[in-house]
């Protein structure tokens, strides 16, 4: 049987291994000869957003706080 891991550890991978897709998506949209950097900006919005949501699910304390923003 495989031992379940708990839901911090899993969050924190998750948080971890964010960084490698962001740069994936950064460098792509600026080396693109097809004129999208235009986009860089709502990529760098949106990945921000995302990483403040998983930041809210993972430290339960602060969630009331964030999700009071939005």
Do not use: H, N, Q
């Not at 924190?12 to 004129?35: H, K, P, Q, Y």
């Not at 993972?58 to 706080?65: D, K, R, S």
């Amino acid at each position: 049987m495989m031992k379940k891991r708990g839901g911090m550890r899993r969050k924190l991978i998750v948080l971890g291994s964010t960084g490698g897709s962001i740069a994936d998506l950064m460098r792509g949209l600026w080396r693109s000869d097809s004129g999208k950097r235009w986009l860089i900006p709502l990529a760098v919005f949106l990945c921000l957003f995302g990483l403040v949501l998983i930041l809210a699910t993972t430290v339960e304390a602060l969630a009331p706080f964030i999700y009071a923003i939005f």
